[in-house]
């Protein structure tokens, strides 16, 4: 029988990675104590991740590693132990590089380019680092890389040829875990697209999904996109590196639970972050243009503008601009779009529809 186990008990923790309260400590199994407030494991292991066993902990504090008749003695109280701040791991930068091919098995990369400028789309791999997973069916992996441009985590999810997220969703350092490539790994995420922030001064949007940043970054070049990678992943620490840049939120749409819908959970992150110096904004468009069912769906900007667009026709030039007029006709929502987003029609009617492409059929 192991010293420690998970404790066992329905009793949830916040966990030190997401915050959430959805983390189960380590316990002594002989005293009944817990090792230390930072090993356990968060049980939201697609979201978070955070796993901190007795023994890496052993490892991190040598000093500190007690014989079998010193276990009950030191940790009789585990609230007396200094809280350790954990350092994160990253990844080889060539781990990045090696991933960006086969992208003609990369369902989520030929979605975009059967909807956007294939130059745009091939832009978009290259900003964003975007890779494909051999071996989890071409899933893309979306590379959460830091202001530093160290590589804190690599996100594999698959998609469907229509662009639609499938249930399979992983991460790059839990297949070389379990492939025995690495023995030990300290997952602390960071917003998608970070990386991006010292060489663009663009106002910042923030968004709860990778595809979506990816989406909206083709659609609405002149904001600087990023993601959270869900609902709760908005929070002080992800967002300290965007103190002193202007930032605006745009939320999912979703169902009222407990804590409210997504845009009243981050209105109120947003109210408490601007006290404490951020410079933040929330939209509401979606709040105010979706329907119910667009609500009980989950609806996200990118799903609202694609929706709005996908009757323009496959090529569109900057002569055309009779054709914009023709859609604020038949549809006000692309009238909103441009007033939202502060468009120029030129360019917007350039966004979509070549379909040239480097790595596209």
């Not at 949830?12 to 104590?33: A, L, M, N, S, W």
């Not at 996109?225 to 590196?241: D, F, H, R, V």
């Amino acid at each position: 029988m192991y010293k420690f186990c998970l404790h066992k008990s329905s009793k949830k923790h916040h966990c030190p990675e997401c915050g959430q309260q959805r983390f189960v400590k380590y316990i002594d199994q002989e005293t009944g104590d817990y090792l230390s407030n930072e090993v356990g494991r968060c049980d939201r292991e697609i979201n978070c991740g955070y796993h901190y066993p007795p023994k890496q902990y052993f490892r991190d504090h040598t000093n500190e590693k007690p014989t079998s008749l010193q276990y009950g003695k030191i940790f009789q109280n585990s609230k007396q132990l200094k809280q350790t701040k954990i350092k994160p791991s990253y990844h080889d930068p060539m781990a990045v590089k090696e991933s960006q091919s086969n992208f003609k098995q990369n369902n989520f990369i030929q979605f975009l380019y059967s909807k956007f400028d294939g130059k745009g789309v091939n832009q978009l791999i290259q900003d964003y680092k975007i890779g494909t997973a051999l071996h989890n069916y071409y899933g893309t992996i979306f590379w959460q890389i830091d202001e530093q441009q160290k590589v804190r985590s690599g996100k594999i999810i698959n998609y469907t040829k229509a662009g639609r997220r499938t249930k399979y969703i992983n991460w790059v350092h839990a297949k070389k875990l379990k492939q025995k490539q690495l023995n030990k790994f300290h997952l602390k995420q960071c917003l998608f697209g970070l990386h991006l922030l010292n060489t663009n001064q663009k106002p910042i949007a923030i968004v709860e999904s990778e595809k979506t940043a990816c989406i909206m970054s083709l659609l609405f070049a002149k904001y600087l996109w990023m993601a959270t990678g869900s609902l709760n992943g908005l929070n002080e620490e992800k967002l300290k590196p965007l103190k002193n840049r202007p930032i605006i939120l745009y939320p999912d749409l979703g169902r009222e639970g407990v804590n409210g819908s997504p845009y009243m959970q981050w209105k109120l992150k947003k109210e408490h972050l601007n006290k404490v110096g951020f410079n933040i904004q929330i939209s509401d468009l979606l709040e105010k243009k979706a329907n119910h069912n667009q609500r009980l769906k989950g609806l996200d900007i990118a799903d609202y503008f694609l929706k709005t667009l996908k009757e323009k026709p496959n090529i569109m030039i900057p002569k055309q601009e009779g054709i914009i007029q023709t859609f604020i006709q038949k549809n006000s929502a692309v009238l909103t779009l441009i007033k939202t987003f502060d468009l120029d029609k030129g360019k917007l009617l350039n966004r979509v529809g070549n379909n040239d492409s480097k790595y596209g059929n």
